[in-house]
Structures are given as C-alpha cells and as structure tokens.
C-alpha cells in the first residue's frame, strides 16, 4: 500500500492548537495561584469602589487601562518578546509587598502588590520592551488603589484649614462678612463646617488620574505628562476653594438651596471645569514642549 500523505495546511493547525494548550497548562497554575492569593484583596477593594465615593473612580480605571492597552496593541506586538528571566526580581518583590500587605494588616500595600506582580510577569514572559511598552497602563493600574488611611488624615486635615482659610480670604476681598474658626466658616446667618469630604483631597485624587490620562492623549514627551500631573494638585485645591467660597456665599442668601442642590451638583461642576483646564493646559504643553 503507498504511504498516507499528510499536507502542510492540515499539521500547521494542529501544531497550532497544540502550542496554546501547552502554554494554556504551563500559565494555569500561575492563575490559579494568582487567584487564591487576590480573590480576597481584589474583592475588598471593589468594595471599596462601589461603598466609597472618593474611591468610585478607581472601577473606571481597569477598564481605561484595558482600552489603553487595545488601541496600542500593535505598537505592543510589534515590540519583540524576549523571556527574561531578571523579571523574577519584580515577581518576587511583589510577593513580598503582598507579604508585608497581609500581615501587617495595610491594605494598600496587599492591592498595589497586583501591579508589581504583573508588571514582573510581563518582564518574565515577554522582556523588559514590553514591559515599557505596557508601562502608561500599568501606572493607570496603580492609581486605581486609594491612599492609605494615615496618609489621607495626614493630608486631609491640613487641607481642611487650606481651603477654609483660602476661602475665607477670597469672601473678605470681595467684603464679605465672614470669620473663620479652624475649619468652620461663621457667616452672619449661618455656620458652615468645612467637612473631611470636602478638603479637596478626592478631588485631587480623581484629577491627578484624569491628568494622566489627558497627558497621554494631548503630549507626547514626558516632560510635558510630569508638568500636567504636577499641576492637577494646585488646580484641583484652587477650585476646591472657589467651591467652599460659592458655597458660604450662597448660604448667606438662601442656606437650603447652598446646602442641598447646589453643594451636590458643585462637586461635579468643579471637576468638569478642571478636566476642561487640564485639556487648555495640555494643549499649551503641547505646542511649547512637542
């Protein structure tokens, strides 16, 4: 009998099919790991997102980073892969933010330890090109876990005085009758308390991302990303004072209307003012730097 004759189109798939399930077998283990170590950690902290509204915006930032890495990735691919095996050092020290995370009960570290983990992934698997390459949305990633406790008191109680002293000053210069106390504002008809909420510590947090992102999409250097970011900080506080100073002012007038619709609607007209300055400012970065 003549041999049995098998075509070139008919192995290729085959070879295909057996390559990924290879690969499929040998990530496995890596994710189920990779699971049982942040099923608890990644749970509490879309807890977090869905509980606590200044830390809302960190479930739009998987998505944002996962949109990034689409629209870059034949940019991406085209970069060779090349397995390198110094990305252990990433690997392992992620392992131990998670360690130091866990036993010391710090949330922060735990969450944020999933950045390091998979930014010392894609060294191992695929070279250190990729991984710069990959490196804007893993820096997303990392803003979508919020601050430590100690750190935001640390921060939001001097914003506190910050804006209520700032705000109190902006009334008195256009002679307004207003005295300050700490961090309550005493106005002839009413006392407003300028409340941990309204330090402008969320505010800087959700720009500082909205920065990031804007600075990638309007610049192209580095050094004009860096210069937005740094200035999300003094736009995010400024308007923050403006908000506490319509606020007090409004409520000498009518207190309901400043305290109800207005207090609530404000939060989001400041933000939408300061993602329009930060796109006026990125397009002047643009043309001075690139």
């Known amino acids: 009998m003549p041999p049995t004759t098998v075509s070139r189109a008919t192995i290729a798939p085959q070879l295909t099919t057996t390559k990924w399930v290879v690969r499929a077998l040998q990530v496995m283990p890596f994710a189920v790991a990779l699971w049982l170590m942040y099923a608890s950690v990644l749970g509490s902290l879309a807890v977090d997102w869905w509980t606590d509204e200044g830390s809302s915006y960190g479930m739009l930032i998987p998505p944002l980073a996962a949109y990034v890495v689409w629209i870059r990735r034949r940019h991406t691919v085209s970069v060779p892969s090349n397995a390198d095996s110094r990305g ?3 690997i392992l020290l992620g392992c131990f933010i998670f360690l130091v995370g866990k036993l010391g009960a710090e949330f922060f570290l735990s969450r944020e330890s999933t950045v390091v983990l998979l930014a010392g992934f894609i060294w191992c698997f695929w070279g250190l090109s990729r991984l710069r390459a990959l490196s804007f949305p893993l820096v997303l990633l990392a803003t979508m876990v919020p601050l430590p406790t100690l750190i935001y ?5 001097p914003l506190q005085l910050l804006s209520s002293g700032a705000a109190t000053e902006l009334l008195q210069a256009f002679g307004a ?3 300050r106390e ?14 941990e909420a309204c330090s402008g510590l969320r505010s800087i947090s959700a720009l500082s991302v909205g920065a990031l992102l804007v600075g990638y999409v309007k610049c192209q250097r580095g050094r004009a990303r860096t210069i937005l970011f740094m200035l999300a900080i003094p736009i995010a506080v400024s308007l923050n004072v403006v908000r506490i100073a319509g606020t007090a002012f409004l409520a000498t007038y009518q207190a309901d209307l400043a305290m109800g619709f207005y207090h609530s609607f404000a939060g989001w007209l400041v933000f939408l003012v300061s993602c329009g300055i930060l796109f ?3 397009s002047g970065l643009h043309r001075f730097f690139d």
């Open 182 to 195: 700490g961090n309550v504002l005493e106005l002839p008809n009413i006392t407003l308390g300028v409340a």
């Open 153 to 157: 008191n640390k921060i939001g109680i």
């Open 177 to 179: 009758s207003i005295h």
């Open 88 to 90: 252990m050092v990433l």
């Open 280 to 282: 006026i400012v990125a």
